[in-house]
């Protein structure tokens, strides 16, 4: 995962754990979860896993023998050993998924919710995944639909444009570059994988103040970065968000939804 060095490290760890996670992720983590409780893994690969905040909701009802978390931030890393370390078949590893280390297939499943669309390079994370992959086995993956079809996002977006300059910060435009229903199938198949299946999913935006909007999308993303890279201070950024989201919306944000693409591909068993 790539945007800039370390996007997700010091205080964006935090603030992503405490304010994006809750708004963005939750209601896709836990119709993820649902997804992998069907296949009854064994043992779990799941990569670019962030904070442990979706894992540890992804582990609801599964009963595996090792799941094995791993991110390229260090401080990622460390937050999801403070909150799954207790677990025993947990494991962690800072890990960059365009380079897995396992020589061998060793996971029945692999599972990346939300990171595919920041790896450097998606076919080798695809081929990657494959090779550690036991025959049969699944790799399940969600990734954002069009920029528009977040439209929570794109209405902050529309927000700080006059500030950034751009029509959508550099972050989103990578987090939602991935969702073409026939690129992703066709990079599926490049790599060597069968039994695609890929489903729209809609959720809505959980309520949310206007002030702990602006702080998961300026702190809690490497907007963060960008926004220092630009000289503006993300801190007053957050004041001036909040007080255009209080003056539109009143004191509770509601009525938005985002919409993700969840793929289920198998690798063949012959």
Request: glycine content about 6%; some cysteine; charged content about 25%.
């Amino acid at each position: 995962m790539s945007v800039g060095k370390n996007p997700f490290s010091g205080t964006v760890s935090e603030n992503y754990d405490r304010y994006i996670y809750p708004l963005n992720i939750e209601p896709f983590a836990q119709e993820m979860a649902q997804h992998l409780k069907l296949l009854a893994p064994e043992r779990v690969l799941e990569t670019a896993a962030g904070s442990g905040a979706a894992t540890e909701c992804l582990l609801s009802g599964l009963s595996c023998r090792e799941y094995l978390m791993t991110d390229i931030s260090e401080d990622m890393i460390a937050q999801a050993r403070k909150r799954l370390s207790s677990r025993s078949y947990m494991s962690f590893a800072e890990t960059d998924a365009c380079q897995l280390p396992w020589q061998e297939p060793r996971f029945d499943t692999i599972v990346c919710l939300f990171g595919y669309m920041f790896f450097q390079d998606q076919l080798r994370a695809l081929s990657e995944a494959r090779r550690v992959l036991e025959p049969g086995g699944h790799l399940l993956m969600a990734v954002w639909d069009k920029f528009e079809r977040c439209n929570l996002t794109e209405h902050f977006a529309n927000l700080i444009a006059p500030d950034i300059g751009s029509e959508m910060p550099e972050f989103q435009k990578k987090a939602h570059a991935c969702h073409s229903l026939d690129l992703l199938k066709s990079q599926l198949e490049q790599t060597g994988f069968t039994d695609i299946h890929i489903d729209v999913v809609t959720k809505a935006s959980p309520a949310s103040t206007p002030l702990d909007t602006a702080k998961a999308y300026i702190c809690g993303t490497p907007l963060w970065f960008e926004l220092q890279n630009k000289g503006i201070n993300p801190e007053d950024e957050v004041r001036k968000i909040t007080a255009q989201l209080e003056q539109q919306h009143g004191e509770l944000i509601t009525g938005f939804t985002r919409q993700a693409l969840f793929v289920d591909a198998t690798k063949p068993s012959g």
